[in-house]
């Protein structure tokens, strides 16, 4: 199958995620958006970090097998982000219902955000995956406020029900570890991945 040369170094993002979008835009790169449909169920029981590197995993390779199959190239990203608390995997609410009790248990209290990022050559399939930590301490809201904040809707596609970057970022006292990583696709991780593919940045 004959690759196109220009694919070679493109980024291919395999999410429809705003905030992820935005950050890959600013490494500056030639890159297109592609999601992906990989399933995300995993059994009950699995590490925090086993989750967010298979995610991440399966959302890559589900691109690189579609632009292989299409004989296009790229460096396919996955990218998956969960929020752990006492040890419990906080995903994205059901409902507004589920955000206050998300918010509800992490106010005034520390929890982890990992991500997980794995990079997949169309071409020939080589994949590296990895992922990041970042503790996060949370104030103590209201349930009043809680629930305004739910009324912005900004919580309800968003791991955890809180946007570190955007009203959100108001409940957040402080962070140890990588900002981009809570936002959902840590860089420092992301570029020295790159480098293993030779695309160095700047």
């Given at each position: 199958m004959n690759f196109q040369q220009f694919d070679r170094s493109l980024i291919v993002l395999a999410s429809s995620s705003p905030r992820r979008?935005?950050?890959?835009?600013?490494l500056?790169?030639?890159?297109?958006?592609?999601?992906?449909?990989?399933?995300?169920?995993?059994?009950?029981?699995?590490?925090?970090?086993?989750?967010?590197e298979e995610l991440a995993l399966r959302k890559a390779q589900a691109v690189a097998r579609e632009r292989h199959a299409s004989g296009e190239g790229?460096?396919?990203?996955?990218?998956?982000?969960?929020?752990?608390?006492?040890g419990t995997v906080l995903g994205?609410?059901?409902?507004?219902?589920?955000?206050?009790?998300?918010?509800?248990?992490?106010?005034?209290?520390?929890?982890?955000?990992?991500?997980?990022?794995?990079?997949?050559r169309a071409e020939d399939g080589r994949q590296e995956v990895s992922h990041r930590v970042t503790?996060?301490?949370?104030?103590?809201?209201?349930?009043?406020?809680?629930?305004?904040?739910?009324a912005t809707g900004e919580p309800m596609d968003k791991a955890g029900s809180y946007a570190i970057q955007g009203v959100g970022a108001t409940l957040v006292t402080g962070i140890e570890g990588c900002y981009f990583n809570v936002v959902g696709l840590p860089l420092s991780l992301l570029t020295d991945m790159l480098k293993m593919f030779d695309i160095i940045i700047p």
């Open positions: 979008q935005d950050l890959i835009k600013s500056g790169l030639p890159h297109v958006v592609q999601p992906s449909d990989a399933d995300e169920t995993v059994p009950a029981g699995w590490a925090p970090s086993r989750i967010v790229g460096i396919v990203i996955g990218s998956d982000t969960i929020v752990v608390l006492d994205k609410p059901r409902d507004e219902a589920d955000a206050e009790r998300m918010l509800t248990s992490l106010q005034g209290r520390s929890h982890e955000v990992y991500t997980g990022v794995a990079l997949v503790t996060v301490h949370m104030t103590a809201w209201t349930q009043e406020q809680i629930r305004r904040y739910i």
